[in-house]
């Protein structure tokens, strides 16, 4: 008789690719991993994975195997995760994943107060964030695109465009007349000229305004000040005569509180989407989450 937990095993061997990735995520041994798949094998009768230098690479039969199987499974799992009662789902602990740049807006003091335990992982890079909550090592996180996969949970939580503010000191007499004559050169001209902020040495949001707002791939610009994380360095900018690009969901309580002004904003820009993302295994998380950004 096929155990099955042996399933679960194959489950985790079939996504990874790799024997001690699915010992990693399964908390077993790989020489357990690898013995539970030899038993499996010998069950069904056919092989289901070859070795390689990098990991195992699936057979027909295990391709075949797996398309059998894994409804019932992610079923299985569902159930299990909705029915254990052990502990209360809010003093659960969970992994919240997301970019530090990110964290003001959407985390801080707002999905902190509704659970009683939450760690925090920093990452910048979507990509590897992604893969964190794939691989289950992050129950949930927010990223900046969607990456629609059969064992990930996503949904679009938000959206937010480029502005350009500034030290709530700064004269812009000059930058609003052109403004209010859309007069694109000479708006560009006056940004050149300032003391500049970013969040990182490359300047990507400078670029992509740049880019969209004035068709240029290349700023002329100097950056003075960079400060590798987008609140920080707008909490820097409220002291120091100067201007950056930033997103208006991070830049808005700032404007909120006039401790900076908003220099320039234009529907030229495209919004930025921001997903709710979380392992199918976190269904109830996810939920719970999706809740809280919908109200």
Not at 43 to 57: E, I, P
Not at 165 to 175: A, C, F, Q, W
Not at 187 to 196: A, C, M, N
């Amino acid at each position: 008789m096929v155990n099955l937990e042996w399933y679960r095993t194959f489950k985790a061997v079939y996504k990874h690719r790799s024997y001690s990735k699915a010992a990693e995520e399964l908390f077993l041994t790989q020489p357990t991993v690898s013995n539970q798949m030899s038993m499996l094998e010998a069950a069904v009768g056919h092989k289901l994975f070859t070795r390689k230098s990098k990991g195992v690479v699936p057979t027909e039969n295990a391709k075949f195997l797996n398309n059998l199987i894994i409804e019932s499974l992610d079923t299985l799992e569902k159930v299990e995760a909705s029915y254990s009662k052990s502990v209360q789902k809010e003093e659960r602990l969970y992994t919240f994943g997301i970019s530090e740049d990110l964290y003001k807006s959407f985390i801080s003091g707002q999905v902190l107060s509704s659970f009683k335990h939450l760690t925090v992982h920093f990452e910048n890079d979507n990509k590897k964030l992604f893969g964190l909550v794939n691989q289950g090592d992050v129950d949930a996180a927010i990223v900046r695109e969607d990456y629609p996969t059969f064992d990930v949970l996503s949904q679009k939580i938000a959206s937010s465009k480029l502005v350009i503010v500034g030290n709530p000191n700064l004269n812009t007499e000059e930058l609003d007349q052109y403004i209010l004559k859309n007069d694109l050169g000479k708006i560009q001209k006056w940004l050149e000229h300032q003391v500049w902020f970013s969040h990182m040495s490359t300047n990507p949001f400078i670029k992509f305004f740049w880019l969209h707002c004035f068709h240029k791939k290349r700023p002329k610009i100097f950056t003075n000040y960079v400060i590798p994380n987008e609140y920080f360095m707008l909490q820097e900018l409220t002291k120091i005569e100067g201007v950056a690009v930033a997103l208006k969901a991070n830049a808005q309580a700032f404007i909120d509180n006039n401790s900076l002004k908003l220099l320039w904003e234009t529907d030229d820009y495209p919004d930025r989407d921001y997903y709710l993302i979380a392992h199918k295994k976190q269904e109830v998380f996810f939920d719970m989450l999706r809740k809280h950004y919908n109200d």
